[in-house]
């Protein structure tokens, strides 16, 4: 049997206690992938459950059916498992009503981002989905391609202002700094290049909020479906696993209507960039420094490699000496306690967190997780060993024999295999832009 909205769940297991058929869809989401199952779309079905009505999610997947398989016959439900040392505890979120696969019905996509009842467009489509040329430009052709957001949101937008609809809020969710701003500016560069007459028009009427999103969210197996379909009594092909923790921080800057994310536990804020900042580049540039030394030493899982008396003491002091001194805190913000909770967080022995998926697209990644604490130190004349331990790391990560998944996959390997590697990945014109040069 598997789960659908006939299913009869455990009294345990919260489930969605607002009447599912009379939602409208207010958010399009692009890219749900689990993060989103297990972040967004959870605090989404929270406000729903407090009383919100109209803010059904209909997902996009850009190129894979995988997640659509899952879902749609399930009637958009999916089990969140969060675990933790003491147990697991599950929820059915409810939120989303359906998956489209952009590459499959594509109109069907621009019709959702289009539709007068939606108010929202959010993203998470990784790093490497905003399709940015090294100097931070969209890149143009490959945003004219099949699998590129910009397409869908531009052919949506040009709908709504034919027909007279109100402008959207276009949400990254994404771990970029600025994901705002990014977003902005990338959509600016596709609309001038491909719809000018828009361009004005989405100055005006859509926003494009920062957000600071958190949940460590590993991919799911096989054996944490099968643990979930114990607990539940029916297979659940959607199932995602998460850690207890949660944490949103969102620029309160919309075109119109939201969901009150912020009564269940989002922080709505004027300025984002504190919180973004040191999650970046505490949290993510201590996960990157984990996953290529813990690689390289041998381990699987986070949780292994932060236990590791060789490794710990390192993260430690790329968190506390080395991050957090770049890091403007707002008022309230203790980032000694963060970095506490983060080594906390990575210890959780019931996540299995695989270090090969942090490894992932580390060309993408280490610019705004590692490169910015390097030239703030740089500029003011200081070293960093920690972060000069992981950029070492990661290169003898590409020399490894672990198979390197990552757009510039190539280059790197070959720039990994040249004697000048520094330069030719930090150097002038080298294949990671950033303003911090390696010593020589
Ligand atoms: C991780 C993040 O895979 C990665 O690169 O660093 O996905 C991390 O788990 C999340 O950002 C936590 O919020």
Redesign the pocket.
Known sequence: MRLSAQTPLPASVQAPGYDRERQAAGIVHIGIGA?HRAHQAAYTDDAMNAGDRDWGIIGVSLRSGDVAAQLNPQDGLYTVSMRSAAGSELRVVGAVQHVLVASKTPQAVVDAIAAPTTHIVSFTVTEKGYLRRPDGSLDLPEAAGSSSLYRFVAAGLAARKAAGFPGLTLLSCD?LAGNGAVLRRLMRDYLAAYHPGLSAWFDSECRCPATM?????PATTEADRADVEAQLGVRDAGAVVTEAFSQWVIEDDFAGLRPRWEKVGAELVADVAPYETA?LRM??GA??ALAYIGLGAGHAFVHQAIADPAIRPLIDRLMREEAAPTIDAAPGQDLAAYADALLDRFANPALH?RLI??A??GSQ?IPQRWLETLAWHQHRGQRCRSLEAAIAAWIAFLRSDHPIDDPLADKLLEAAASPDVMERLFGDGGLITSEWRPET
């Open positions: 993060f771990n999103i958190d949940r460590i969210v999650k949290l993510n996960h990157s967190h998926q942090i992932m697209d990644k």
